[in-house]
């Protein structure tokens, strides 16, 4: 059981400088694992991830998300497909399964509903109860300003970073992290996050 998760920038095409967004791209997914093993661009503006742990998805999804808001005018539109491996290839975009279909199907469907977030797992009612969950993240995750983004994706990259070495790297007050901690919702989202580990984990490791 793996996680693929496929996205695409949204208004990529109006980025003054595209080597800014892949830049910061590159940088989130390779912390996760080396490319093309693990992770592929293509199509200029799209890209392929393979995540080994399921209950990961979540965590990355967010991460990914803050990564490219923290950028002026761009956003990411993420499919994650949860589900088996039938072959291993040297490059992610080379090998397949019903993860990769139901990642790759679940992209196109979230094009036409102009959604950005969304998973499909062999469970369907495992995915009707965290795609709702995600529709209503989104209500904050929408609003995040590219300031908000930077300090969510900072807190997601270091865990446990405390507000006042927060404040350092950022350059700004603790009064102001604790301000934008507050406009974020992180802490809302890490408690869904756990949720989400919970029940996939429970999915997983329940008798066939």
């Known amino acids: 059981m793996i996680s693929i998760i496929t996205g695409d920038i949204i208004n990529s095409r109006h980025?003054?400088?595209?080597?800014?967004?892949?830049s910061v791209l590159k940088q989130a997914l390779d912390t996760i694992g080396p490319s093309p093993r693990c992770w592929e661009l293509y199509r200029g503006d799209s890209f392929q991830l393979e995540?080994?742990?399921?209950?990961?998805?979540?965590?990355?999804?967010?991460r990914l998300k803050s990564a490219i808001k923290?950028?002026?005018g761009l956003d990411v539109r993420m499919a994650a497909g949860i589900g088996d491996k039938s072959y291993t290839a040297a490059r992610v975009s080379e090998s397949n399964g019903t993860a990769f279909v139901y990642s790759g199907e679940l992209l196109e469907q979230l094009k036409k509903e102009k959604?950005?977030?969304s998973?499909?797992?062999?469970w369907p009612e495992f995915d009707a109860e965290m795609n709702l969950y995600l529709r209503f993240a989104l209500i904050a995750i929408d609003n995040w300003t590219t300031a908000t983004a930077e300090?969510?994706?900072l807190q997601l990259s270091r865990p446990g970073l405390a507000q006042q070495e927060?404040?350092?790297?950022l350059g700004i007050s603790q009064s102001s992290v604790s301000e934008r901690q507050s406009r974020s919702n992180i802490t809302d989202l890490l408690a869904l996050d756990e949720h989400f580990r919970a029940r996939i984990l429970k999915f997983i490791n329940a008798p066939s």
């Open 51 to 62: 995540l080994e742990k399921p209950e990961d998805t979540l965590y990355t999804l967010l």
């Open 119 to 122: 998973l499909r797992s062999d």
């Open 70 to 72: 923290s950028l002026k």
């Open 15 to 22: 980025a003054e400088n595209p080597e800014t967004w892949l």
């Open 166 to 169: 927060t404040g350092q790297l």
């Open 115 to 117: 959604v950005s977030l």
């Open 151 to 153: 300090l969510v994706y």
